[in-house]
């Protein structure tokens, strides 16, 4: 019985183009995040809208680092 392979389920193809998209994605939450801190007072800010963006552009920018990464030849 051959081994199979082990295959990206995503196309080397797209790398470069999710990488763009999702750090652009990212960057824009956290430029909302910083906007959102810096314009609203300490009695009307919401716990839970800071995290959520936080969390939101985290992950964006996490996964457009690692595409960015694939997309460069560096296979972590």
Same mark, same amino acid.
């Given at each position: 019985?051959?081994?199979?392979?082990?295959?990206?389920?995503?196309?080397?193809?797209?790398?470069?183009?999710?990488?763009?998209?999702?750090?652009?994605?990212?960057?824009?939450?956290?430029?909302?995040?910083?906007?959102?801190? $810096?314009?609203?007072?300490?009695?009307?800010? &919401? +716990?839970?809208?800071? %995290? !959520?963006?936080?969390?939101? $552009?985290?992950?964006?920018?996490?996964?457009? &680092? +690692?595409?960015?990464? %694939? !997309?460069?030849?560096?296979?972590?």
């Amino acid at each position: 019985m051959a081994a199979t392979p082990i295959a990206s389920p995503i196309p080397v193809a797209m790398y470069p183009t999710l990488s763009v998209v999702t750090l652009a994605i990212g960057l824009v939450i956290t430029a909302f995040f910083f906007i959102y801190e $810096a314009t609203s007072s300490r009695k009307n800010r &919401s +716990l839970g809208k800071e %995290l !959520a963006a936080a969390a939101v $552009a985290s992950v964006f920018l996490g996964f457009g &680092s +690692l595409f960015l990464l %694939l !997309a460069s030849g560096v296979y972590v």
